[in-house]
Structure formats: C-alpha cells, structure tokens
T-cell receptor, first 113, second 110 residues
Framework: DAGITQSPRHKVTETGTPVTLRCHQT?????MYWYRQDPGHGLRLIHY???????DKGEVSDGYSVSRSKTEDFLLTLESATSSQTSVYFC????????????FGPGTRLLVL | GESVGLHLPTLSVQEGDNSIINCAYS??????FIWYKQESGKGPQFIID?????DKRQGQRVTVLLNKTVKHLSLQIAATQPGDSAVYFC?????????FGGGTRLMVKP
C-alpha cells in the first residue's frame, strides 16, 4: 500500500458522536486525499491537501473536515456522525515530482448506528 | 465507466484466456487515465496508466488502449489467472481531480 497506513481499520460509532480517521504516509508525498467508497457510487473525493495546512473541498465534503499539520499525517473528522456517513474511507497520496498516480491506503470501514 | 449503476457488471473468463475490461469516460478534458485493481477488503492497487497523447501502453500481461474519439479505454489482461479476480475500475484526470468509474468485477474460472 505504498507506505500508507490508516487507523482505525474498523470502527463502529453512534449517530451524533465525533469521529476522527487518520492517514499516515512514509513517502513524503505532497498531496493527500480522502475518499469514500459506497456501492453504486465508486470512489468520491471528500477533501484533499496539497501541502501542510493547505486543504480544499472535494465532491462530497459536507459533514467532514480535515487537517494536515505535518506532511505525513492527514486527518478526517466527522464532527457529528450520521448514518449516511457509513462507508469505507480511503486515503490516497500523490506527488507531482513522482508521477501523477494516486496510491491508496488499505481503508477504514466505518459503521454509524 | 464513469456513469455507474447499483450493480457491478461482471466479466467471467476461463483461466488462461484473455480478459478485456472496458471503461467509458465523459469528460473530454481528461488528459490522464489510470486502471486500478481492488481485491475484497483492500485498497485500490495501481495497475497501469496512460496519458491522452498515447493510444496504447503495455505492462506486464496488461495493455491499456485509449480511444479519445469515442471517449473509451480498455484494459486487456493476457493469460488471466485466478489471482486476477478482483474489481477493476478506471479513473480519469481533468485538472487536479480524478473521477472514478464504478468498476467491473472479473471472475476467473479454474
């Protein structure tokens, strides 16, 4: 998984609780991304980061926030989880200096009850 | 392709045969394409990529063909093996963003 870890790998939480997912990379890639994957929708971009403290919204950003205080870590926070946020979340990384491909982490499976 | 339905299309092939998986894209501004393989419970894995100034690119047992006229690309897998069983999907880049297709499930019969 190209030096990308995600934690936790599985989480069950209740509606209304805050949840933070972590993505950690050892590749020193500049760009980091958070996607969600749902049946019938493919991968959809939530937020991405193009550098430390530089982030932007993706296609499905409502209800999510992100932070990147270090090159290697990108956090995704669900401020108040809802059942519609039950999904599999993937982190990806890329770097313009090392090609254009995005490489993905192993994913976090989140269930919101 | 990039328009997806509720159910993944499935391609079933015999071990040793060649597989062809297709993808249609809608954004004519897409200039770079990637094929990914995703096994159950795992993250997408890069297989091969192609830029829009190319028509064909070959890797180990895989070939990607790009037809910009009809906005179509395909992934050909030679001598398909049981380990090739997975979901395959394409992604196209326009600007800074990748847009992903819904995927095709490849099942390899022994």
């Amino acid at each position: 998984d190209a030096g990308i870890t995600q934690s936790p790998r599985h989480k069950v939480t209740e509606t209304g609780t805050p949840v933070t997912l972590r993505c950690h990379q050892t590749e020193n890639h500049r760009y980091m991304y958070w996607y969600r994957q749902d049946p019938g929708h493919g991968l959809r971009l939530i937020h991405y980061s193009y550098g430390v403290k530089d982030t932007d919204k993706g296609e499905v950003s409502d209800g999510y926030s992100v932070s990147r205080s270090k090159t290697e870590d990108f956090l995704l926070t669900l401020e108040s989880a809802t059942s519609s946020q039950t999904s599999v979340y993937f982190c990806a990384i890329s770097d313009p200096g090392q090609g254009e491909t995005q490489y993905f982490g192993p994913g976090t499976r989140l269930l919101v009850l | 392709g990039e328009s997806v339905g509720l159910h993944l299309p499935t391609l079933s092939v015999q071990e040793g045969d060649n597989s062809i998986i297709n993808c249609a894209y809608s954004n004519s501004a897409s200039d770079y394409f990637i094929w990914y393989k995703q096994e159950s419970g795992k993250g997408p894995q890069f297989i091969i990529d192609i830029r829009s100034n190319m028509d064909k690119r070959q890797g180990q047992r895989v070939t990607v063909l790009l037809n910009k006229t009809v906005k179509h690309l395909s992934l050909q897998i030679a001598a398909t093996q049981p380990g090739d069983s997975a979901v395959y999907f394409c992604a196209g880049r326009a600007g800074n963003m990748l847009t992903f297709g819904g995927g095709t499930r490849l099942m390899v019969k022994p």
